[in-house]
């Protein structure tokens, strides 16, 4: 190439360079109001779109995240007790064991006008349970049997047998309440209407959803007018986003990325201990699994603490199953669990003949399983396990760890209840052995502590049988706990009281900008 | 007696491939870029050999109190990953692997394209067939048909050499078929048939020497695809699995610290780099030595 065609391009992409960065800056330009008005707009990144936009159909935190916003529930968990709360609901009783007499909250319409009262609460719940809707959360009113109308503003919830967790069941996002005009009339899985403090505006599949404010809304309407749910699938670039004021906020932001983003000027990061735990569970119906001797083993061999230290604080070492944060934990589990100890360890492994044992460690290749995988895998190795490591996509992970066709993995729980019966009966119940109980667990003990907890009524009697089953499970070793999760969110500092719940979820109502 | 004669009438011969030999090097030794290559190639080729001597750590060793430490740490010039895994013994056994995983598939898809070519270029009742298969796999974008292959095998080291000495296997074939079909029209061939010699041994004895300099030209470039696609699909997760020190596979591990510990996903990024360059540079340098009309061109 010559000296002057060489001059030519350099100065064409100088040239082309310039205009690129003009537009950019162009774009991120125009947010800014000029009189000095706090803007009242809000944008968020999620890495993924939404599933659907029906609390009943759906049941994933991204869909949440945004039904959250436009629908309510009946009761809703306070942040700090992280006991019920009214929310719908103006006040319960409950005559008897079986019996849930709910009084509702006058004057409320939902965004289509339909008037928010006991028909649409029973409607409401009776979708939920139809069989024929097929309700991913259907579980939740599993135990209830009969919803009745009493009178306009008083609905009437009958059990079969006493349902402890129904307060925490009825503050689950998936119970909450939807327009029957709209469900009857159009699609809520696409169109969304409920009472919240939002009201859905657009849906563009794949790339954004906007809401706008509600206001006629019950209470005091939002100080936020619009806000986007923004798909941004690369987190590095959802961070760059953040930075450069494209997006006002993230949540669950990566243990790899938190340094940056916490590096970042004009950036606030909360992080609170959350209601996640993630395990290492054995499938117990394979050998050597279901030797409690190589369990027992492994447990001594794992080394959380080292786990824990690689995740930049956002991890919390505990190994009780039920965690700090979630309904039924008592503290002295914290020291029942079995602690690292690799000699004892490598002993136990000898003592059985199972030294240089072949396992496969299968690891879903997101979030931090395959960090686990990795640290896990170095330290079996030196109590004399040779450990392999598998990798999946998400969604053929789930279905080989759902058939139970593997035989050490990683997974996690959200406890979006927060509440340790719906920790234990789901993840490690017999009865649920082929769907959720992936573990394939099944102790009659156990068992019956968990239906225990399930149908009792008396919080604190619950919290006793929680506990119990809690410990028996920590002996007998199904799952070895790796960390208890930290929840994120990252936010511009314009952003005030964006607060975000252990469970994971936020509210954009109390929100503000300035 | 008759020992003697033969062995005198054998150091002919190598004599005479020896001269021939010392004029392709010399050639060779003629283009900087190719020697700056051979130099290269040689470096990783000891390296890999003696991998367990000169690095002092397990490529598989985590110390996790020492993660992410930069280059020129104390004890690891090339610092460590986020695992505190020495970085040059990862590099250093990810050379093995490389090497190994190309010489496989190199190897493999030579000898099947050669057998296929030298079928195709002799007997015309078979060219067609194998030509058509050959055009065939040709219609693929090449890692398309690596990820094909891998999807339909599974994901390991293994299954990636199966599917690039695939992948390998039409162009060698064509190339083998061309040279073929312009020998076996030479006179020596047709009179090496009328002596009544069996065409096994025409094709191997004496059409088959005959592409050997195409052949070693294309072996070598071949071998820079070879480590360059196990290093793709491994970065894609579909060769090397964790904690595997391949090369594609760290840089896929080390991406998501880009920002914090860029030096995790860039030198086993620059040992690709290296050393596919170099396999591509010594393979032009091979062609200009070995095809003598090259000199036309330039």
Not at chain 1, 79 to 95: G, H
Not at chain 2, 27 to 38: D, Q, R, T
Not at chain 2, 173 to 202: C, F, H, N, P, T
Request: aromatic share 8%; charged share 20%; net charge negative.
């Amino acid at each position: 190439m010559n000296k002057r065609k060489f001059l030519g391009l350099a100065f064409f992409l100088v040239a082309g360079l310039l205009v690129i960065s003009g537009c950019s800056s162009e774009g991120s330009g125009g947010e800014s109001t000029g009189d000095g008005e706090a803007p009242t707009e809000i944008t968020y990144a999620t890495t993924s779109d939404a599933a659907g936009l029906s609390p009943i159909d759906t049941n994933d935190s991204v869909s949440s995240n945004v039904t959250y916003q436009v629908y309510e529930t009946l009761f809703t968990q306070n942040p700090e007790t992280l006991e019920p709360e009214p929310l719908l609901a103006e006040s319960y009783e409950t005559p008897d064991d079986n019996t849930w007499v709910i009084k509702l909250k006058e004057d409320i319409t939902f965004h289509d006008g339909t008037p928010f009262n006991a028909e649409a609460v029973k409607y409401t719940f009776e979708q939920l349970k139809d069989p024929d809707r097929a309700a991913p959360r259907a579980s939740l009113l599993e135990p209830v049997e009969s919803i009745e109308v009493q009178d306009e503003y008083t609905v009437v919830l009958k059990t079969e047998e006493p349902y402890g967790p129904m307060l925490a069941a009825l503050s689950h996002t998936n119970a909450a309440i939807v327009s029957p005009t709209a469900d009857k009339e159009g699609n809520i899985n696409k169109e969304p209407v409920g009472t919240g403090p939002f009201v859905f505006e657009e849906w563009v599949e794949g790339d954004q959803i906007t809401l706008k404010r509600n206001e006629d809304y019950w209470r005091e309407p939002s100080e936020i007018e619009t806000v986007t749910f923004k798909v941004v699938p690369e987190t590095s670039t959802a961070i760059s986003m953040l930075e450069t004021g494209e997006v006002q906020f993230i949540d669950a932001v990566p243990s790899d990325h938190i340094s940056r983003v916490e590096s970042l000027n004009g950036v606030e990061v909360q992080k609170s201990e959350g209601t996640r735990v993630s395990y290492l569970g054995f499938n117990m119906e394979k050998e050597p699994f279901n030797d409690p001797e190589f369990r027992q083993a492994v447990a001594y061999g794992v080394n959380q603490e080292s786990y824990v230290s690689q995740l930049n604080g956002l991890g919390i070492h505990n190994e009780s199953i039920i965690g700090p944060k979630v309904f039924g934990y008592n503290e002295e589990a914290t020291s029942a669990a079995y602690e690292y100890d690799p000699e004892k360890a490598k002993q136990m492994i000898q003592d059985n003949g199972y030294e240089g044992q072949e396992v496969t460690l299968l690891a879903a290749n997101r979030d931090n399983y395959m960090k686990m995988a990795e640290i896990v895998q170095s330290q079996l190795t030196e109590i004399g396990i040779n450990a392999s490591i598998e990798t999946m996509e998400w969604a053929s992970f789930l279905d080989t760890a759902r058939q139970g066709d593997y035989e050490m993995t990683f997974l996690g729980w959200a406890n979006s209840t927060a509440d340790g019966s719906e920790l234990l009966y789901p993840n490690l119940h017999s009865d649920n052995i082929g769907s959720s109980n992936y573990s394939r667990y099944s102790n009659s003990e156990f068992d019956n502590l968990v239906e225990e907890s399930r149908t009792i009524v008396d919080q604190e009697l619950r919290k006793e049988k929680l506990h119990e089953a809690n410990l028996l499970a920590m002996e007998k070793v199904p799952w070895v706990v790796m960390n208890h999760g930290v929840v994120t969110l990252a936010y511009d500092e314009s952003v005030e009281g964006l607060v975000v719940d252990p469970t994971g979820m936020w509210s954009l109502y109390p929100v503000s900008r300035k | 007696m008759p020992a003697v004669a033969k062995a005198k009438k054998k150091s002919d011969g190598e004599k005479k491939n020896n001269s021939r030999l010392v004029e392709i090097a010399k050639s060779l030794l003629k283009n900087k870029l190719s020697v700056i290559g051979l130099t290269i190639i040689a470096l990783i080729v000891l390296t890999a050999i003696f991998s367990p001597f000169i690095t002092s750590y397990g490529p598989y060793e985590q110390n996790l109190g020492s993660t992410k430490l930069g280059i020129g740490s104390e004890g690891h010039f090339l610092g460590t990953d986020n695992y505190g895994r020495d970085m040059w013994s990862r590099i250093v056994h990810g050379a093995v692997i490389s090497l190994l995983v190309g010489l496989c598939s190199v190897g493999l898809g030579l000898l099947g394209g050669v057998i296929l070519g030298l079928l195709a270029g002799y007997y015309r009742n078979l060219d067609g067939i194998i030509m058509r298969i050959v055009d065939l796999l040709f219609a693929f974008p090449g890692i398309l048909l690596a990820m094909l292959i891998i999807a339909m095998l599974g994901t390991s080291l293994v299954n990636v050499v199966i599917a690039i000495s695939i992948w390998s296997i039409p162009g060698c074939a064509r190339i083998v078929r061309g040279s073929v079909l312009s020998i076996k029209k030479q006179e020596y061939i047709l009179a090496m048939r009328s002596v009544g010699a069996s065409d096994w041994r025409i094709l191997f004895k004496h059409i088959l020497p005959n592409c050997t300099a195409p052949l070693i030209v294309f072996g070598t470039m071949r071998m820079a695809t070879a480590i360059l696609s196990t290093s793709a699909l491994s970065y894609l997760g579909l060769g090397a699995q964790p904690p595997t020190a391949e090369w594609g596979a760290m840089i896929a591990a080390g991406q998501d610290f880009m920002w914090e510990a860029p030096h995790i996903a860039i030198i086993p990024g620059i040992a690709i780099m290296l050393t596919v360059f170099s396999f591509n540079v010594v393979g032009d340098g091979l062609r200009d030595a070995l095809d003598p009309n090259m000199d036309v061109n330039h």
